[in-house]
């Protein structure tokens, strides 16, 4: 953590507008595998002291602790074997209706499916590797492949749920809050999942990617975008980072958004309708359902 050299690596790499994607890239992991894209890259170089102050701002409830402690439907053997496999099923998904939650996260993700973002989660063969918050008693246990005793920081396990959740968790708040995968959209969503997880790091890239987008189309519009978003997620019902994925899949998408006081990016519309396809996706819309308030809210600016 705090590796001056891969923060610098990222940083300027997130600013660039040079750059083909926005978190695109090969990070090192603790084990020296190469498979963290960039935004991934800054919130484990960060992850000390924030990460430890997600974890505390989230143990308050009993369904953050669930999270915390990968309990019942957050636990590690029903991600495996019931949300992942649900989750990459393409025939369930594109059989649900085009209002649903599902219906548009499957039009997200058809793609490229799920395998390259939560395979970036902190895993489990990655603990003890030195990556203990160092605030939480240790255990000594042995390794998966039995080869000797290794030290276990408590602070790893937390890390491992936290990090499986918040992953599988990303593409539905793209789809409810409207935000596509372009560097405008990317770059809005990690400023929702600061404020849904209380992790600080996504706010910093949340801003390197708005001086990029700013730079690059040579508007403060992009600024105005980041200020709106701000408030949406401010405004939405933090009670949305604790929903397992699952339960959203065959709700209405606008109730949901309702429920959970998600409100029309009217100004990230407005930046779409600018910069037009140059810029933006909108690949968080299905392509049959018709989004009334997206399409009848407009930007007072």
Known sequence: MWNLSKIYKTTKYLMSTDASGFGDGA??????????????????????????LMAIANRKTMAGRNILWGRGKFSSEHFDNVVVPKLMDFDYLKSLAPNTVGAHYYNLIKGWGIEGLYNQRFKHEEMGQGSGWGMLPSDVR??????????????????VNLSRHLLLSHDFWHVLFRYD?????????????????????PRLVSFLGTWKMARKVKSNLPWKVRQECIQLAKDTDRRLFFQDQL?????????????????????????????????????????????????VTEASI
Not at 44 to 51: D, L, S
Not at 186 to 200: D, G, H, N, R, Y
Not at 266 to 285: H, M, N, P
């Open 27 to 52: 990070n090192a992991d603790n084990n020296g595998e190469h498979r963290l894209d960039h935004i991934v890259n800054m919130y484990r170089e960060m992850n000390f002291p924030f990460g430890p």
């Open 181 to 201: 995968t372009a560097t405008m959209g990317e770059a809005m969503i990690q400023e929702v999942t600061a404020k849904l997880s209380m992790f600080k790091p």
């Open 142 to 159: 042995r390794k998966r492949d039995g080869e000797g005793p290794v030290e276990i920081n408590w602070g790893d396990e937390v890390r």
């Open 247 to 295: 339960s959203l899949l065959e709700r209405d998408i606008q109730e949901v958004r309702k429920e959970y006081n998600i409100g029309v990016p009217v100004v990230y519309k407005k930046f779409v309708e600018e910069f037009g396809e140059a810029e933006s996706r909108l690949d968080t819309f299905h392509p049959q359902y018709c989004d009334v308030a997206w399409e």
